[in-house]
């Protein structure tokens, strides 16, 4: 069989055998159809973000890790070493134009909502704005 998602499969392959847990224990417990996980670990189908995510929070890993999408396994990995909020921006896995999506992309790494990120920047740029009209 033709794998299509090698880096996928063995990413997630390899966190299974690391938490000893197999397939039809991450489908009950992250919510995820045990086939749908089967074609995953078999490199056949690529995890839909929403699937990707609730088999990373399961494992306890970062879902563009998983994805294959960043170098780094987990979140404490990605921000190890790092002092400023600008080291913070530097390694998140999709390109962002400007901070604010960065910042938004980062939220929603750490375990925000979409929504509730958006929420978060918005009232950070009207933060700023507010304060640069005051100035």
Known sequence: MLMKYPETARRLASELELKEMNQQTLAEKSGVNKASISQYVNGTHMPSVESAKK???V???NYSW????SDYRTVVDAFAGRKSLEDFMKPLPEPASDKYEKLENYLQLIGFTYEEARDICRYARFL???REEQS
């Open 59 to 61: 494992l306890g890993v």
């Open 66 to 69: 998983l994805l294959g999408h």
């Open 128 to 130: 700023k704005n507010e």
């Open 55 to 57: 088999m990373a929070k």
